[in-house]
């Protein structure tokens, strides 16, 4: 059984920073696509990057430019880089890996809250 460990969310003020850090147990991590959703109260899921094993990655259009997904195979690690943090980014954010279709596996949720 895979487990995804997240860390790295809080409050902070928008225009600041965060990061945040998931980490996988079992082997095989770098074969394996990664990614974070975000689920804010009121809103449907949303997908806000997602990178392939060979580190090709993907962000919405609601936080391109802002935010950057990156993955260390060393540590079985993928981080979230979050920067120009705005309210609209309050959220619930979930680490998934995806290894085939029809199997994810998914974090236990970390909160984001952006708010002066």
């Known amino acids: 059984q895979v487990q995804l460990v997240e860390s790295g969310g809080g409050l902070v003020q928008p225009g600041g920073s965060l990061r945040l850090s998931c980490t996988a147990s079992g082997s095989a991590f770098s074969i394996y696509s990664m990614g974070w959703y975000r689920r804010a109260p009121g809103k449907p899921r949303e997908l806000v990057a997602s990178?392939?094993?060979?580190?090709?990655?993907n962000c919405a259009d609601s936080v391109k430019g802002r935010f950057t997904i990156c993955r260390d195979n060393a540590k079985k690690t993928v981080y979230l880089q979050m920067n120009s943090l705005k309210p609209e980014d309050t959220a619930v954010y979930y680490c998934?890996?995806?290894?085939?279709?029809?199997?994810?596996?998914w974090g236990q949720g970390t909160q984001v809250t952006v708010s002066s």
């Open positions: 998934y890996q995806h290894r085939r279709p029809g199997v994810d596996y």
């Open positions: 990178i392939t094993s060979d580190s090709s990655t």
